[in-house]
């Protein structure tokens, strides 16, 4: 083993890797097709082209090659952050009195504060490069509007992002930040669109959600020429590019001279958990090894532990294509919790396949228990998480305490998927005790499943 009290592990530039990886080459039972709505045909790549970049829908579709190499031109952009530090969490392991070894992977280190960026340079670097000159996109707590508007910045494109309305109002920083890189930013449901129109003349004091801000975005992207449409999460291309965390991890762990017991992500559409988990999860599929992967979602959000895995849209008006997943159904509206990024109704195709072969967990954490892990964790490791954040903290809490119990050295890794420097109002109003729990009954799952 190397020092056995080294707190941070880094890599060189040369060390931060030259290829994604592509779990869906490794799968044995492959995701489902994405379907054309009309006609029930699984889509080809072509069919994406509309809405997104050329290389970005072969991506989306490639169940053949493991390994796509990262263009020169995003690595450039991954030295001013990469590698993120890999650390040891002594401090938060002595808070718990728990024999458990605790790692987390700090992508809170970024230039906006979360991994979003990881697929945000690579989504506008294939857009400049295919000729595109406007992209659009939705974003819920900002941290994704954040990362594209930097990316796109980066690479001389137009940025315009719907951002959902109830984050634009609870997150004003996050818009400062976009507006600070240039982007034009709308609070959705908006009256600038179709969808927009439809969903406030239904519900006039709609509070968004990243379904109807996807529906806005998807139909900016039709309607407007040369702009191409940009998701930062669920798609699988999304997740392919935040593997560059799970890499680097595995690097890591070798210098720190352990293999996780136990991979923990929090859980929206499942970017930053599959970004971690399936680097790892590979050694699991080809060579046997026994890691555990857990998701960890919220209460008032749960589609991996309550929802139903079905064909779903990924958005509230129905525009995007069918996809296989596990899903609270497109209308689902979720409560208002302060971690913005993960009220989403479904979950990723390949993650959605992973779960229901059991190649994976899931858990659902409430609000309060989320808070708590952030409160903890920031007083003994000197980093406020997000809140996303501190859902996966929550189930890395609760696997540590069982091996206290147990007496277990379980070596644990988590993801520190963003820092909540900019979501201090939650915190606030965590600390003046006006936070709540949110919790469905089954009955309201259902209700909400049967109104596909
Ligand atoms: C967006 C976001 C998430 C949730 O999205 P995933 O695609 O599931 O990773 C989690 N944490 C942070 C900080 C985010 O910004």
Redesign the pocket.
Known sequence: MANNKQKRFLLTEDEIPTHWYNIQADMVNKPMPPLNPATKEPLKPEDLYPIFSEELSRQELNMTDAWIEIPEEVREYYKYYRSTPLVRAYGLEKALGTPAHIYFKNESVSPIG???INSALAQAYYCKKEGVTNITTET??G??GAALSYAAKVFGLEAAVYQVKISYEQKPYRRSIMQTFGAQVTPSPSMSTRAGKDILTKTPNHQGSLGTAISEAIELARTTPNCKYTL???LSH?TLHQTVIGLEAEKQMAMAGEYPDIVIG????????GGIAFPFMRHNILEGKKTRFIAAEPASCPKLTKGKFMYDFGDEAGYTPLLPMFSLGHKFAPANIHAG??RYHGAGVIVSQLLKDNLMEAVDIKQLDTFKAGCLFAQSEGIIP?P??CHAIAATINEALKCKESGEEKVILFNL??HGLIDMASYDQYLAGNLVNYELSDEEITQSIEKN
Do not use: D, I
Not at 266 to 273: D, P
């Open positions: 979360s991994h979003k819920g707590a941290q994704w930062g999460s669920v999304v929090c859980f929206g559409g499942g970017s930053n958990f990024g993960l997000a996303e954040s998927s963003g």
